[in-house]
């Protein structure tokens, strides 16, 4: 079953909402963290209940709210929502008070909002959408296995509008605790420059993406999602043969997609993969990458969509993202997507209808 997109709304490193191009003018960062340009939440949220929201509660439900007045969907029918890491900020509150007061009489209202279900739950109070609600935590699979789930609602109520979405953020303590990991860049490097430095480690980042699907193509639908697969720790030669088998089960050949959006970090070592299947598969695609603009986290192929999406809707690949140029115009794109290595993921999407 595929999934019609019908709204999308994107709250990410780069300005990504209220704008006429894509990526006309794309933000830089130096050092290794990329944080999200917010818009202004009191045109989406009401103030007096923005006070009690942390930040990536305003994130998701502005994403959100953003996807649904593109698709002219008041209500959604089902709520889905993938995140690694959940709501971190009301997690390191909690455990800090915690520590602090030694246990005792400890304010219960952020480990309330610490849980990860909590985006979703606080979109469906404001909406008073009482319809199905489900939120993955399955780390960089989250929204990929969201996706999933929405394809197989969409196949038994096809005419259903679903709000599907990813959502991470960075707080200081979640960065300060991976970056003693050594995931991330350790000098100084410009975020779009990340592909020209050859050393270990990524950037962080940070985005709230949400889509509203339906398995009805509407006047609104640019792309259809039409398969999505996932492969954790495949050996070079497993993921290899999982991505033939997916492109024959799409009845597809590499040749024949238009262009391929991989999900290099900048890792040397993360990318070694990914970057061996591509010169092997697809040597003579058009091929793009984006985690110099939205950074690397769980859910950042939730950005990829939107992306691949939006340069559908436009016809054309910003020269910031495209490594190859374009060979002919764009009817599908495939999303190659790596999280350190060990989780790969690969979306497919079709255009639906000449936008430009």
């Known amino acids: 079953m595929k999934a019609f997109i019908n709204g ?43 006070r009690r929201m942390s930040r990536i509660i305003k994130m998701g439900i502005t994403a959100s709210m953003m996807a649904m007045k593109q698709a002219g969907v008041e209500k959604p029918d089902g709520i889905i929502v993938g995140t690694g890491y959940g709501c971190l900020e009301d997690t390191g509150i909690f455990l800090s008070k915690m520590i602090e007061n030694k246990e005792e009489a400890l304010n219960p209202t952020p480990f309330i909002q610490s849980t ?42 096809p005419a259903s509008h679903l709000l599907v979405g990813g959502v991470d953020e960075i707080t200081g303590i979640s960065h300060t605790i991976q970056s003693r990991m050594g995931l991330f860049k350790r000098k100084a490097v ?64 590499a040749a024949e997609i238009d262009f391929v959006l991989v999900g290099k970090s900048g890792d040397r070592d ?51 993202v495209s490594v190859s140029p374009m060979i002919r115009p764009i009817k599908t794109i495939l999303v190659f997507n790596s999280y350190f290595g060990h989780h790969y993921s690969l979306m497919l999407l079709r255009k639906c209808r000449d936008t430009r």
């Open 8 to 50: 999308m709304g994107n709250i990410s490193p780069q300005k990504s909402w209220g704008i006429d191009s894509l990526l006309a003018d794309p933000i830089a960062y130096e050092g290794n963290r990329l944080t999200c340009v917010e818009p202004d939440y009191n045109q989406w949220i009401d103030p007096k209940q923005l």
């Open 116 to 157: 990860h279900n909590t985006i979703g739950g606080q979109i469906a109070l404001l909406l008073q959408c009482q319809a199905y609600n489900q939120t993955y935590a399955h780390r960089s699979f989250s929204f990929e296995n969201s996706l999933l789930d929405a394809l197989l609602h969409l196949t038994e109520t």
């Open 190 to 253: 410009s975020s779009l420059d990340l592909f020209a430095t050859n050393t270990r480690g990524t950037l962080n980042g940070e985005g709230s993406t949400f889509f509203v699907l339906s398995g009805i193509q509407g006047e609104q639908s640019v792309a259809s999602v039409e398969a999505v697969t996932t492969f954790f720790k495949p050996t070079t030669e497993e993921l290899i043969k999982g991505l033939s088998d997916f492109l024959h089960q799409a009845n597809l050949t």
């Open 270 to 320: 993360a990318d070694r993969a990914v970057g061996q299947i591509t010169s092997l598969h697809f040597s003579t695609n058009a091929i793009g990458v984006f985690k110099h603009l939205s950074g690397e986290y769980p859910t950042a192929s939730a950005f990829a969509l939107w992306l691949a999406t939006q340069m559908m809707a436009e016809n054309r690949i910003p020269p910031i």
